[in-house]
């Protein structure tokens, strides 16, 4: 079936270090992937995509690349600020059958930066 | 402004008494989801709708009910809360072809004594 594993947390930093969060998933068919985050207080907001292997998703600093070899898919940004602290998921989407149109989400990391 | 909209955000209750919580949306999306998320646990999709009268279970639908009579709507009901069921709750939404994009509301905090 269809799962993602994910970095424990919490990850604690200080302003300007590099971030990895890995991701790993298992997935039947060919899944596209995501990065989801979770602001305090508030609801999850897509961050990041890549729908087939060796795309590399983007935004606000942060990238992930799909890895078909590795089964992975890791969250990385060169140098974090304070307003990055915040939860983060990592999820899959089915592709087929009763997984089509279904999101599967990893247990999600805790990041916290430090000024 | 686009938005997902849940009611109400807090609620504490006791076993045993039926309770619904409300999701709106007001951005024409076909497909709608409730999840729960728990410590340690992550996000689980409870049920899942594609379009109006169309529902189907998630990963842990026991003890849950929805409806999807109007496409805006998608209630969660709960007929006998149980404690295992307090939790922090997200209604999402999305078009059918882009799921992977889902739009969440701000969550209901639900505890059950």
């Known amino acids: 079936g269809n799962s993602v594993t994910q970095m424990e947390g919490p990850v604690t930093l200080s302003e300007e270090a590099f971030l990895t969060i890995n991701c790993t998933y298992t997935?039947?068919?060919?899944?596209?992937l995501f990065w989801y985050v979770q602001y305090p207080g508030e609801g999850l907001q897509l961050l990041l995509k890549?729908?087939?292997?060796?795309d590399k998703g983007s935004n606000k600093g942060f990238e992930a690349t799909y890895r078909k070899e590795t089964t992975s898919f890791h969250l990385e940004k060169g140098s974090v600020q304070v307003s990055d602290s915040a939860v983060y998921f990592c999820?899959?989407?089915?592709?087929?059958?009763?997984?089509?149109?279904?999101?599967?989400f990893g247990r999600g990391t805790q990041l916290t930066v430090w000024p | 402004e686009a938005q997902v909209t849940q009611n109400p955000r807090y609620l504490i209750t006791v076993t045993g008494k039926k309770l619904t919580v409300t999701c709106s949306q007001n951005?024409?999306?076909?497909?709608m989801s409730w999840y729960r998320q728990d410590p340690g646990l992550g996000l689980r999709q409870i049920y899942y709708?594609?379009?109006?009268?169309?529902?189907d279970k998630g990963d842990v639908p026991e003890g849950y009910k929805v409806s999807r009579k109007e496409k805006r709507n998608f209630p969660l009901i709960l007929e006998s809360p149980s404690p295992n069921q307090t939790s922090l709750y997200f209604c999402?939404?999305?078009?059918?072809?882009?799921?992977?994009?889902?739009?969440f509301g701000p969550g209901t905090r639900l505890t059950v004594t």
């Open positions: 999402a939404s999305s078009f059918v072809g882009q799921v992977y994009e889902q739009y």
């Open positions: 709708s594609m379009n109006v009268e169309v529902t």
């Open positions: 999820a899959l989407s089915g592709d087929r059958g009763s997984t089509l149109g279904r999101l599967y």
């Open positions: 997935a039947t068919g060919y899944p596209s």
């Open positions: 951005m024409n999306h076909e497909y």
């Open positions: 890549a729908t087939k292997a060796d």
